[in-house]
C-alpha cells in the first residue's frame, strides 16, 4: 500500500500545503492513520482504497494548517544567525588551542632555522613581509621562494605527524 500510493499522496500533500519536507511527516502520518482505520474496521469496497487514502490525507493535510495557525510565529533563523558570537565555543577554542600547540610543536621541530622563524613570523605573529624581508635581509621574490619551500617543509613533517592527523581525524568524526 505504502510503495504504491506514497508517491501520488506525497504530491498530493506538498501541492495542499506547500512544503516538501512537512508533507513528508504528513505522508506518514497518513499512512499511520488509515493503517491504524484498517486494522480496526474492514474496508468495504477495497476498490476504493486510493479514495479512502486521499481523503484521509487531505484531513491530514487540513488539520496541519489548523495547528499551523495556532502556533505562534516562528523565529526569524536568519536573524538569529545574523547575531555575533563574540566568544568561541567550548570546544572550538579547545580545539583551536590543541592545534595551535601541536603546530608549535612541528615547527620546532623543524631543521632548517630560518623555516622555524618566518613561518612563525609571517603565519602566527603575523608579521608584515617588508618588515621579515629587511630583518632577513631578503627581498621580495626570494621570500616568496623560501616561503615556499618551508611551507612544502612544514606540510611534509604535518604529514608525517601522527599528534596531528589523529587531531585532526579525530575532530571530523
Known amino acids: 500500500m505504502v510503495g504504491r500510493y506514497s508517491r501520488g499522496l506525497g504530491y498530493l500533500l ?13 505522508l506518514q502520518e497518513t499512512f499511520y492513520i488509515a493503517i491504524e482505520k484498517l486494522r ?16 484521509i ?25 545574523a547575531i555575533p558570537h563574540n566568544e568561541p565555543r567550548q570546544f ?17 621541530s623543524m631543521p632548517v632555522k630560518r623555516d622555524r622563524e618566518l613561518l612563525t613570523r609571517f603565519y602566527i605573529y603575523d ?21 615556499f619551500r618551508a611551507k612544502n617543509r ?7 605527524s601522527t599528534e596531528v592527523s589523529d587531531f585532526m581525524s579525530s575532530n571530523n568524526d
Open 14 to 26: 506538498a501541492h495542499q500545503i506547500g512544503d516538501h519536507e512537512r508533507a513528508r511527516d504528513l
Open 40 to 55: 480496526k474496521t474492514e474496508l468495504k469496497k477495497p476498490e476504493r482504497l486510493a479514495g479512502y487514502l486521499r481523503g
Open 57 to 81: 490525507a487531505l484531513r491530514v493535510a487540513l488539520n496541519a494548517g489548523r495547528r499551523r495557525k495556532r502556533e505562534p510565529a516562528g523565529l526569524d533563523i536568519s536573524a538569529i544567525a
Open 92 to 108: 572550538q577554542h579547545v580545539a583551536s588551542k590543541e592545534t595551535l600547540s601541536a603546530v608549535r610543536k612541528i615547527l620546532q
Open 127 to 147: 608579521q608584515d613581509k617588508q618588515e621579515i624581508c629587511r630583518e632577513l635581509g631578503l627581498n621580495s621574490l626570494h621570500f616568496n621562494r623560501v616561503l
Open 154 to 160: 612544514f606540510r611534509k613533517l604535518l604529514e608525517k
